[in-house]
């Protein structure tokens, strides 16, 4: 088919070399669209516990709305936006909803949802310090606040990735690099059956097969036990292979268990291997009393993940790895090509740094500057408060499901904002705490999900947000006791 485009007469076929971009606006229409643009999402924010935390529509529906070739032509900004606001968004899942308490919500705040504006808007490219020598620097600020709130010493490093998926993919590169210097058919992955997918998934990307994975079993609290991480390693070594990594959780997804930290960095320090702990959601608990508790011992390992764009309340995406030995990021990934030959940093007591030399991206965003933003916004006190009060919220759920033992049973107490738990049936238990969670999201009321826990379905409720407040918890619980599942 030809172009239409083309067809048309009053439109030329091709650019005179000195005319304008066709891709560029003037600032007045800028400003209007922008407008526009930024005005939905101060509605949006300022209207959300009025809306659904959940919608949906299926792909047949929302291919006969949406689907189209390319457009050839123009068409009016304030109707796209329409066409967005009616057949696009409501279609998914508020996942920063107060009453969003499935899977891990992300409720960003304003400050993060400008910073991630601006960084888009100032397109910085942040994989050299030649091209981003202030960015660079502010990522290095937001990388050495975390690096205090997990405890590590000076010369611990990071870099901001995607999500915690890239961070335990990296860790493991950094890893396998540090011990090997290259693949290595020996080399055995300890992990345990609580273990975020990522993980297991990022050995299948870096080539590792499953003989070189080992899924431990759990104790009764959901988390890796030493001895048998100790006897697993003995046997591996025995039989010839090298152990050389172990994955722990800071919050496991499920559960939000964390490993016994303390005695895992003694088997692997005696053992010579890699301890990286995922605390992608549960990490930034740190900024709490009971989350330092919690997660006592993260300090020891080698590397941590975290995802900012989880309990840190930052938009999509924003993942982190911290390595203790921060140098082991560019041992891995530092190759210098020709055509970076001007990108070389200068060295120093405070070297420069391209973040490139860190990780997988050369092009790579200003992720550090939505947290960057938002932290100094508010300060790292009004964090900790959000963080401790929803600690509290998951408490006040375990405590709720516990006083009504003859409508709910408890599989797995609070844990780093994760509680899991069953309504009492006296029959058809899956199926029916399965239609629990179908139709809380869509009455309205709230989203949660599930996970099975001990080999039975559980309903799993997160509570993350900043926005949650008791009576949120409240009306889930309330709506999970009392509605009639089986549809009479
Ligand atoms: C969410 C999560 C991940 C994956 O992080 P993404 O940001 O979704 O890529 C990995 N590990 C744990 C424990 C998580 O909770």
């Not at 005179?16 to 922008?34: D, H, K, Q, Y």
């Not at 375990?398 to 709910?408: H, K």
């Not at 008791?470 to 599942?485: F, H, I, K, N, R």
Request: charged share 20%.
């Amino acid at each position: 088919m030809p172009n239409p485009a083309s067809q048309d007469p009053t439109r030329p076929s091709r650019l005179e070399l000195n005319a304008p971009s066709p891709l560029e606006m003037p600032p007045g229409a800028m400003r209007e669209t922008g407008q526009r643009a930024l005005e939905m999402l101060v509605q949006r924010l300022s209207h959300l516990r009025e809306r659904r935390p959940w919608g949906a529509a299926t792909r047949a529906e929302l291919h006969a709305r949406l689907h189209e070739p390319p457009p050839a032509g123009p068409a009016d900004f304030g109707h796209l936006l329409e066409v967005l606001a009616t057949d696009v968004l409501p279609h998914a899942g508020s996942v920063d909803h107060p009453r969003f308490m499935a899977f891990v919500g992300s409720a960003p705040t304003w400050p993060g949802i400008l910073g991630e504006l601006l960084a888009c808007g100032y397109n910085v490219f942040q994989g050299t310090w030649l091209e981003s020598a202030g960015p660079s620097t502010i990522e290095l600020t937001v990388l050495d606040w975390f690096r205090t709130w997990v405890g590590y010493p000076a010369g611990a490093e990071g870099i901001l990735l995607s999500g915690g998926s890239a961070a335990n993919l990296t860790a493991m590169v950094v890893a396998r690099q540090a011990r090997f210097g290259a693949h290595d058919p020996r080399a055995v992955i300890y992990h345990c059956t609580e273990t975020h997918s990522s993980a297991v998934r990022a050995a299948r990307i870096l080539g590792f097969a499953d003989e070189q994975l080992r899924a431990l079993p759990v104790d009764d609290d959901f988390r890796m036990r030493p001895v048998e991480l100790d006897a697993a390693m003995a046997a591996d070594a025995a039989a010839g292979r090298v152990p050389f990594l172990v994955v722990a959780n800071g919050g496991a997804t499920s559960t939000g268990a964390v490993d016994p930290l303390p005695a895992l960095a003694e088997v692997c320090r005696t053992r010579e291997a890699w301890l990286h702990v995922d605390a992608a959601y549960g990490g930034f608990a740190l900024l709490t009393e009971r989350g330092r508790v919690a997660l006592r011992g993260i300090e020891a390992a080698d590397s941590v993940t975290l995802d900012p764009h989880k309990w840190l309340y930052q938009p999509f995406e924003a993942g982190c790895l911290l390595v203790r030995e921060g140098r082991r990021l560019a041992d891995a990934f530092h190759i210098m090509p020709d055509y970076l030959q001007d990108t070389a940093v200068a060295a120093g007591e405070l070297p420069e740094v391209n973040f490139a030399d860190r990780g997988l991206q050369l092009s790579r965003g200003f992720r550090a500057l939505k947290i960057w933003l938002s932290v100094k916004s508010f300060g790292a006190e009004a964090f900790r408060l959000a963080i401790d009060r929803t600690l509290d919220l998951a408490a006040h759920a375990e405590a709720r499901i516990r006083a009504r033992p003859e409508l709910f049973e408890l599989l797995s107490p609070a844990a780093l904002g994760v509680v899991c738990f069953q309504r009492c049936f006296p029959a058809r238990e899956e199926a029916l705490n399965a239609a629990l969670v179908r139709g809380l999201a869509e009455s309205g009321t709230g989203m949660i999900s599930s996970t099975r826990v001990r080999g039975r379905y559980a309903l799993r409720l997160c509570i993350l947000s900043h926005r949650t407040t008791a009576a949120d918890v409240d009306a889930v619980l309330d709506w999970l006791g009392s509605a009639d599942p089986a549809g009479s």
